[in-house]
């Protein structure tokens, strides 16, 4: 059933059992072609869209974008009773060195968010970076 809808995006809620999608995020472009974009699964699960079909200007990731200035940080919420220890980003420090994965200015109304989900490539090609050196160096 369709439960919000805002500027071509649609908030549907699925309320069957197993694990399928409990809401799923679609969009619509002008055409009327319908994408589900993002779901979350009722095991707590989160998914984003990833299908060749849907891409285009696909390339390799750029050096350039690398963990080293990166700070990874302990914290908790200000107003969390519990003071659950999370861990994370300070989003416009990350903003400096990834702005891809940060929504938001610092300091406006509305809080900056993270899609933690688009710091996985960053990760993933700084492993495959670091494999090749220390493969080469295993070498000498």
């Keep these: 059933s369709n439960v919000a809808s805002s500027a071509g995006v649609d908030l549907s809620a699925n309320c069957q059992g197993g694990t399928g999608p409990i809401f799923s995020f679609w969009w619509t472009n002008a ?3 319908v994408t589900r ?4 699964t009722n095991s707590g699960a989160y998914s984003t869209v990833s299908d060749y079909r849907l891409k285009k200007n ?15 940080v302990e914290y908790t919420f200000i107003k969390d009773e519990t003071q659950q220890n ?3 980003f300070i989003a416009h ?16 109304e509305e ?9 996985v490539p960053v990760l993933v090609a700084e492993i495959q ?12």
Excluded: H, W
């Design 86 to 88: 999370k861990l994370g």
């Design 111 to 119: 809080f900056q968010t993270v899609n933690y989900s688009e710091l």
């Design 93 to 108: 420090e990350l903003q400096e060195y990834i702005p891809e994965v940060v929504n938001g200015e610092k300091d406006c």
């Design 37 to 40: 974009v993002a779901q979350i």
């Design 31 to 33: 055409s009327t072609t």
């Design 58 to 72: 696909v390339r390799n990731m750029a050096d350039s974008f690398t963990v080293d200035n990166l700070r990874p």
């Design 129 to 140: 970076r670091l494999k090749a050196r220390v493969s080469s160096l295993e070498k000498v």
